[in-house]
């Protein structure tokens, strides 16, 4: 198949918070990503979609060094955030995470209860000494993640039993109680009914006036309504990064095209 040197459209920005040059990743002989180059600029949101095995999720665990954790993995090629090599040896991967925090397709909140959930990353990097201090970022957090007024009277009981969309605005509230400066999701609705995925990209747009995130999504609906720009994967190549509303009306790729229009994916 014919895939373009680099990925056709507006790969790059000014300014960028994140970049990613000649990025390959490997799962022990297999190579999963080849040569992807993009940035990802300042407060935007940017959703990378493509059929299922394309390299989305790989790519999106290798911005915050996720894939340190599978053994077989290896990531070549530059990827720094504010123009910091997130793989030099000085960059400790626990500190990165805590820059750029992680929020998964299935809500895993701790089995702990609601409050320590969200204290636990605060009290972890020593962000908060006395309880007035935890108090506050647990609040902030909870209004931030649009769960405040649904559990602000039970603060103390398991975070497990919240519903599927409650766990996941835990798991976001968790996420962003250390302040990170980037937020990545894997597919973080695919576990969840209409009326809590509509909550979770409303709070999507209002987290991008302070954050900067990336989306791995499944669904074209969903990429259109709440990124900026969209890239485009297939097996494991970078296509065509542009403009959300450009890539749905007039994709400048035949294989963006094909996708979007539902011949194959």
């Not at 494991?236 to 035949?254: C, I, M, R, S, Y």
Request: glycine share 8%; hydrophobic share 40%.
């Amino acid at each position: 198949m014919d895939y373009p040197e680099q990925a056709i459209g507006e790969p790059f920005v000014k300014n960028p918070k994140m970049s990613m040059r000649n990025v390959d990743v490997f799962y022990g002989d297999k190579q999963a990503i080849y040569n992807v180059n993009v940035d990802i600029g300042q407060n935007e949101v940017i959703a990378m979609i493509g059929p299922s095995g394309c390299g989305k999720s790989t790519f999106l665990r290798s911005i915050n060094r996720m894939n340190d954790t599978v053994e077989s993995c290896r990531v070549h090629g530059e990827l720094s955030l504010d123009g910091e090599d997130i793989y030099a040896a000085k960059m400790d991967p626990v500190a990165l995470r805590a820059r750029v925090g992680m929020v998964f397709q299935k809500p895993n909140p701790f089995p702990k209860s609601i409050y320590d959930n969200v204290s636990y990353g605060p009290r972890l990097h020593g962000l908060a000494s006395r309880r007035a201090e935890l108090d506050e970022i647990v609040e902030n957090s909870l209004r931030r993640a649009g769960l405040w007024e649904e559990v602000k009277d039970r603060l103390d009981q398991p975070g497990t039993g919240l519903s599927g969309g409650q766990q996941q605005r835990l798991c976001i509230a968790r996420a962003i109680a250390i302040s990170p400066e980037v937020i990545l999701m894997d597919e973080p609705c695919s576990a969840l009914d209409p009326i809590a995925t509509a909550k979770i990209e409303e709070l999507i747009a209002e987290l991008s006036e302070n954050y900067t995130i990336a989306i791995v999504t499944h669904s074209m609906q969903q990429a259109a309504r709440v990124s900026h720009r969209t890239a485009y994967f297939h097996l494991g190549h970078l296509v065509e990064v542009n403009d959300t509303e450009k890539v749905f009306t007039a994709p400048e790729h035949a294989l963006t095209e094909a996708y979007i229009t539902g011949r194959f994916g």
